[in-house]
T-cell receptor, first 112, second 115 residues
Framework: GESVGLHLPTLSVQEGDNSIINCAYSNSASDYFIWYKQESGKGPQFIID?????DKRQGQRVTVLLNKTVKHLSLQIAATQPGDSAVYFC???????????FGTGTKLQVIP | DAGVIQSPRHEVTEMGQEVTLRCKPISGHNSLFWYRQTMMRGLELLIY????????DSGMPEDRFSAKMPNASFSTLKIQPSEPRDSAVYFCASSSNSGRWDEQFFGPGTRLTVL
């Protein structure tokens, strides 16, 4: 078995507050950047994506910001709810338009 | 809409045994992906298919792993022989193939334990 695992950074926020999850990506040639949410025992679920020619995109309660200068991606969740508790992964489609590379993830804990 | 279907949901087997994981993609999707998730390595792409043809298998760890897609509605990932280090959650995902990046829809995963 595995005795050493990835240490997931954890973000704890109070219900109703805004959450900001950050991600550093590696490939400046990536065309799309994607955020996925994974709840315990389930597969990753798409949240939002952003193309490299944009720096901001908004969805329902979520905003993704892209800073290509420093290769940084962030996901902002407004009015965080208990149902937002999950692990959030950023991903980039480096190496082809379908091939997606996932980051290590951030665990979001919402405190009621 | 049933989503991506994977079976079995859980598999416990002994080292040396053959394991076959199954996936049914979303109807109409023509790209299929197999991922493996472990605490050690996170979520890794193993292989993906377009129109039933393997496009990139560079993530397949070794020859013990093989994947097939005999038709548009079915794929298998086989491990023979299995080893304890293969223990992981294996996800299948599917997407349409429009010539740009398309959202990948994930199945619920198969949790494999090799004793």
């Amino acid at each position: 078995g595995e005795s050493v695992g990835l240490h997931l950074p954890t973000l704890s926020v109070q219900e109703g507050d805004n959450s900001i999850i950050n991600c550093a990506y590696s490939n400046s040639a990536s065309d799309y950047f994607i955020w996925y949410k994974q709840e315990s025992g389930k597969g990753p679920q798409f949240i939002i994506d952003i193309r490299s020619n944009m720096d901001k995109r908004q969805g329902q309660r979520v905003t993704v910001l892209l800073n290509k200068t420093v290769k940084h991606l962030s996901l902002q969740i407004a009015a965080t709810q208990p149902g937002d508790s999950a692990v959030y992964f950023c991903a980039e489609n480096a190496g082809g338009y379908q091939k997606v590379t996932f980051g290590t993830g951030t665990k979001l804990q919402v405190i009621p | 809409d049933a989503g991506v279907i994977q079976s079995p949901r859980h598999e416990v087997t002994e080292m040396g045994q053959e394991v076959t994981l199954r996936c049914k993609p979303i109807s109409g999707h023509n790209s299929l992906f197999w991922y493996r998730q472990t605490m050690m390595r996170g979520l890794e792409l193993l292989i993906y298919f377009n129109n039933n043809v393997p496009i990139d298998d560079s993530g397949m760890p070794e020859d013990r792993f093989s994947a097939k897609m005999p038709n548009a509605s079915f794929s298998t990932l086989k491990i023979q022989p299995s080893e304890p280090r293969d223990s992981a959650v294996y996800f299948c995902a599917s997407s349409s193939n429009s010539g740009r990046w398309d959202e990948q829809f994930f199945g619920p995963g198969t949790r494999l334990t090799v004793l």
